[in-house]
């Protein structure tokens, strides 16, 4: 339906409007007859489409009823197809009669100038703008929805300046490539839009969450882009040009979706009549446009990686080694943050995890900081930020109550799932996943400003798993995504202390006993398996372990719709430091908390117990993953990685490939 304006009309002197096409004009023929009057004709200009709406029906004029009866329930619409050359180029006469007289008691007289205003994006997403597209008041999801799309445009092109988004100018013009084109058409006579103020406008609440650049100038040179909109300012008036019908506006998004924020944003170019000097212009026109602002989307195990991010230290030149080598397998390039810059921070896992936002016109990987903030704190927004490749952090500074930093504030707590369906719905991107305590009133979770920054991007509807009865109290100590080429395309491996027992004491009465785990470090650390299967306080501790694992088992294959063929167990035994008796450690290398690379696993050496000249661990995680076409390389990372509560996961990080689904195709 168009919109509709309500016209008065005078018999006493004509009136005069402007005409916005797309939209209708009511007449308010009643209002203005004279007394005694009881019907009226109507007739208008070549340039004007005039309908009466009567009994439910519309009927075009000329018809074949010479009058019409003067009843506020008879309605005059006009509409018209081109905009005028001149100023009250067309006219619509309206006459009153009185019972059967055929000489009018009265005329109304409308005079009419017809403009075409109309802004535009890309509403259908083809990374082309559409001219005069319809419902561009309303964003819809789906392969079928509509609306624009906006990027917050939080890369750094230029290194020598702040990011694009905080800087209020344009740089280089690939800046202008991170945002999405607006325009502002007007047609018709010159004189009405000197006459008329035109306005583009955002609501108060949204003048911080976009910025536009308004494109001046015949050459649109990178220095005649002037920003009218952002950073505060909620108004600008767009000042007529006598050789240009278009203005060509470049939107930026400066926030993503966050509690208070659905990432809708609503511009309005609206036109003002001018009226007496004592009273402000009265609105005649207004149309409306909905851009949403595109989520930060976080990848899972299963994208192709690209690059590899790993710390050096003076004491783990061998694991970067073998870090190294299995990336360059794995096609990946490597990326070694320094000491200079991680200064002795191993976990750069821990400090970020890299995701993407996309538009039909762009899409660019994006760094969200942790707000762990350890010594490698700078290394996100040094290092990883730069052109095209934006940043993102959620301040916990100052915000109150459930945002206290701690140990689940760090990124080996944040995984994703594959694409999943449950139960019929749709997870295309897959689902977040974070570890809390257990629904308790004082159960620790993840800072609340991370939490409601997770749930608002609504795209990987979240999953919060129990993982505070860990000492560092990560999901990624426990559970892990692989690929899979059958069923769902993946596997979830969880950590399993059952397994494990039942690994040992297989081994034990295979005659293996006597075997060592830990055999060849040469720290006093060996111990044989009948010695562990006999250790009445690290069975009961694990045994609690499991316990916690299978709560999250339950809750992971409900949420994620998993039969138990979808779930891997692998051995892995946990116990309890001294310090910290009520919380769990890996026993031995934590072999799910590896690096997946494609078919390529980096997986932590378990040290397990040596038959036949094989690591038995090694040789069970082998028989469980090779058959998918796994290829699984063992990292010795216990003396640098393992003995400070962390493996070969916690200390490297993963960019990769995104998505080839669109996130706005799904719905929700």
Known sequence: MSEQRW??????????????????????????????????????????????????????????????????????????????????????????????????????????????????????????????????????????????????????????????????????????????????????????????????????????????????????????????????????VVEPSCDEEEHH????????????????????????????????????????????????????????????????????????????????????????????????????????????????????????????????????????????????????????????????????????TPPVTVRGKEYPLGRVIIGSALPMPHGDKMVKVVRDFLYAQEVQSPIELYSAWLLVGHVDEFMCFIPASDRKGFRLLLASPSRCYKLLKEKEQEGYGDAMMFDGLGEGKEISITTILADKSLRSINEYCQKCIDWNRDLLKEELELEEEDIIDIPQLFTCLPRSPSKAVAYFPDIVNMLVLGKYLGIPKPFGPILHEQCCLEEEVRRLLEPLGLSCTFIDDYKTYHVRLGEVHCGTNVRRKAFSFKWWNMTP
Request: contains cysteine.
């Open 7 to 236: 016209v008065r009309l005078s018999t006493e002197e004509p009136t005069r409007t402007v005409y916005v096409l797309g939209t209708e004009i009511s007449l308010d023929v009643c209002g203005a007859a004279p007394s005694g009057a009881t019907a009226f004709d109507v007739w208008g200009t070549s340039g004007v489409n005039l309908y009466i709406i009567h009994n439910g029906e519309v009927l075009k004029i000329p018809s074949c009823v010479p009058k019409w009866p003067l009843d506020c329930k008879v309605e005059v619409v006009v509409t018209m197809d081109q905009p005028s050359s001149e100023v009250n180029e067309d006219k619509v006469r309206i006459s009153y009669y009185k019972d059967n007289g055929k000489t009018p008691m009265a005329k109304a007289l409308l005079h009419l100038t017809c403009v075409e205003i109309s802004l535009d994006a890309d509403t259908s997403r083809s990374g082309t703008v559409q001219r005069r597209a319809k419902n561009k008041k309303n964003w819809t999801w789906g392969p079928e929805g509509k609306g624009a799309i906006l990027l917050v445009n939080c890369d750094r092109d230029d290194p020598e300046e702040k990011m694009d988004n905080n800087d209020q100018k344009l740089q280089p013009f690939v800046d202008r490539r991170d945002m999405s084109l607006m325009i502002l058409t007007t047609r018709g006579p010159g004189d009405i839009f000197e006459d008329h103020q035109l306005v583009l406008h955002v609501s108060a609440s949204d003048a911080d969450k976009v910025g536009v650049f308004h494109a001046q100038g015949k050459r649109k040179k990178l220095s005649e882009h002037k920003y009218v909109l952002g950073h505060g300012k909620s108004s600008y």
């Open 249 to 416: 506006f470049y939107v930026e998004g400066l926030a993503f979706p966050n509690i208070g924020f659905s990432g809708l944003v609503t511009f309005h170019a609206t036109l003002l009549e001018p009226t007496a000097k004592e009273l402000p212009e009265a609105p005649i026109f207004n149309d409306t446009l909905v851009f949403r602002v595109a989520p930060w989307i976080m990848t899972p195990n299963t994208l192709q990686p690209i690059t590899v991010y790993v710390c050096s230290l003076d004491d783990n030149a061998d694991f970067v080694v073998e870090i190294s080598k299995l990336s360059k397998k794995a096609g990946c390039r490597l990326i070694i943050c320094p000491e200079a810059e991680n200064r002795g921070d191993l976990w750069i896992q821990d400090e970020m995890e890299i995701g993407y936002t996309q538009a039909p016109h762009k899409s660019f990987p994006v760094v969200f900081d942790s707000p762990r903030n350890g010594l490698m704190k700078d290394f996100p927004f040094k290092a990883v930020l730069g052109p095209d490749f934006g940043y993102v952090t959620q301040n916990v500074e100052g915000k109150g109550k459930g945002n206290s930093v701690s140990g689940l504030d760090s990124f080996g707590n944040l995984e994703v």
